[in-house]
């Protein structure tokens, strides 16, 4: 049996005194699209961030593919990685978008996206500028490649960090509230780059308020609260019968 691209077990994360993950267990198939829904300051973003070792996390397991980060007590307590050439191998396959793109100001979006092949997974410069016009032209934007991000609307420049994501071949996709930082009439844009990646069978995870859209493209949903998964299961179950209070009146309140 292939492993799931993705696991997480008994995750814990704290900020000093505040226990922000409290234990949180994920399992990503191959294919699968899971939302992580939960109201402001419940862990979603730092459960993410985690995963992809932005944030140091204080206790538990990230198994990409079938293998572990290998992680030990760092000074604070915290674990840091043990083996930074495994680390950086591993946190290479599991791509991350942010609200705010995160886009390399001072180079071309092309230039953005051959980067971290080049540099990460040593890929000659002529392969890196083919697979980038290639996933530029699946983001909608090939005539962008020469611009610079300022140059580019809220909604371009996401697609850009998508393309940018894309061209590192990651087993899994995290996005953390990929619309919200966009004027409304550039959400639709950048949701349906996303559906399409669900459609081809990539696996993501991904933090949205979009309801409706998580309710279509998810394959299972998560509701995070104080940093537990207080629900999870198809986007029926949770939106329709949740079995958790606190999940059904965030449900009713983000209709
Ligand atoms: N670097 C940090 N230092 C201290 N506390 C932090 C830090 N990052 C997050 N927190 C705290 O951890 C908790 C969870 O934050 P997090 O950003 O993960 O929430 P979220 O679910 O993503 O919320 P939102 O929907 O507002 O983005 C909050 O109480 C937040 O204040
Ligand atoms: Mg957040």
């Known amino acids: 049996m292939t492993p799931p691209a993705l696991e997480v077990r008994n995750l814990h994360k704290r900020f000093g005194d505040l226990e922000v993950l409290k234990g949180v267990d994920l399992v990503a198939n191959d294919g699968a699209v899971i939302s992580i829904l939960g109201s402001s300051g419940s862990g979603k973003s730092t459960l993410l961030r985690c995963i992809n070792l932005l944030e140091n996390p204080n206790e538990g397991q990230i198994i990409v593919a079938g293998e572990e980060m290998k992680l030990k007590a760092g ?8 083996d930074s050439k495994q680390i950086n191998r591993l946190r290479a396959r599991v791509g991350f978008v942010f609200q705010s793109f ?5 180079m071309s979006i092309l230039d953005n996206i051959i980067e971290a092949p080049r540099r990460v997974l040593g ?20 005539d ?3 611009a610079f991000p300022a140059q580019l609307s809220g909604g371009q420049q996401q697609r850009a960090a998508i393309a940018r994501t894309l061209a590192m071949q990651p087993r899994v996709i995290l996005f953390d509230e990929p619309t919200s930082a966009l004027d409304p009439e550039m959400v639709q ?46 986007p029926e179950q949770v939106f329709e019968h949740s079995k958790s209070e606190r999940c059904r009146q965030f449900m009713s309140s983000h209709k």
């Open 75 to 82: 000074r604070d307590g915290a674990l840091v990685a043990a």
């Open 102 to 106: 995160n886009l390399w100001p001072h």
């Open 123 to 142: 890929q000659p410069k002529a392969d890196a500028i083919a697979a980038a016009e290639l996933f530029l032209e699946k983001v909608g934007i090939a």
């Open 144 to 146: 962008k490649r020469h």
């Open 189 to 234: 844009e950048v949701l349906s780059v996303i559906r399409a990646l669900a459609d081809e069978g990539r696996t993501m995870l991904l933090v949205t308020h979009e309801m409706g859209f998580a309710r279509q493209v998810s394959s299972e949903v998560v509701f995070l609260h104080q940093g537990q998964v207080e629900e999870i299961g198809t």
